[in-house]
Nanobody
Framework: QVQLAESGGGLVQAGGSLRLSCAASGLTSDTYAVGWFRQAPGKEREFVAAINWSGGLTYYADSVKGRFTVSRDNAKNTVYLQMNSLKSEDTAVYYC???????????GGQGTQVTVSS
């Protein structure tokens, strides 16, 4: 069973940067993609970004394009989300999840809180 652990969140001023990490364990030899999602208080969870197994394909929500970058280090079983030019509306709990088809995601971590002060 895959286990995921998000980290790297914190409090940052608007315009600042953070890098989130998603460490995976218990993986099989099958390839998998990883997505980042976030959930703000009172709102539904929303897609942020995704990256395929090789790292050659990435996808972003329109709201974060040009500001966030997703990458991965398969040797470390870790996926990163570099977040630049942060805005107050980026405040949320961020989660990572694995997927085989970009439609069904398996969440396993507790998430990491990102708070952007204006």
């Amino acid at each position: 069973q895959v286990q995921l652990a998000e980290s790297g969140g914190g409090l940052v001023q608007a315009g600042g940067s953070l890098r989130l990490s998603c460490a995976a364990s218990g993986l099989t030899s099958d390839t998998y993609a990883v997505g980042w999602f976030r959930q703000a208080p009172g709102k539904e969870r929303e897609f942020v970004a995704a990256i395929n197994w090789s790292g050659g394909l990435t996808y972003y929500a329109d709201s974060v394009k040009g500001r966030f970058t997703v990458s991965r280090d398969n040797a470390k079983n870790t996926v990163y989300l570099q977040m630049n030019s942060l805005k107050s509306e980026d405040t949320a709990v961020y989660y990572c999840a694995t997927t085989k088809d970009y439609n069904n995601y398996n969440f396993g971590g507790q998430g990491t809180q990102v708070t952007v002060s204006s």
